[in-house]
């Protein structure tokens, strides 16, 4: 995964699907290990609010916040 993820965010966040499929994919393992419950059952439901909660979260993020000038 590229350590400089902010050209990504940005063209995710002005509606590139290709940027965000790849920010999606770069981290779905992370969502993946997260969806497993206590009994290391999948929970898919679990699965899909995280990878909704996550596009959400792209778009939302606000880049100047964190962005040193």
């Known amino acids: 995964m590229n350590n ?3 050209p990504l965010i ?10 965000m499929t790849t920010l999606y994919e770069s981290f779905k393992p992370l969502l993946l290990k997260n969806s497993f419950d206590t009994s290391k ?3 898919h439901d679990c699965y899909q609010e995280l990878s909704l909660q996550f596009i959400l979260a792209v778009k939302a993020f606000d880049l100047d916040k964190y962005l040193d000038d």
């Open 41 to 43: 059952k999948m929970n």
């Open 10 to 19: 940005k063209k995710a966040k002005a509606g590139d699907e290709a940027a």
């Open 4 to 6: 400089n993820l902010v």
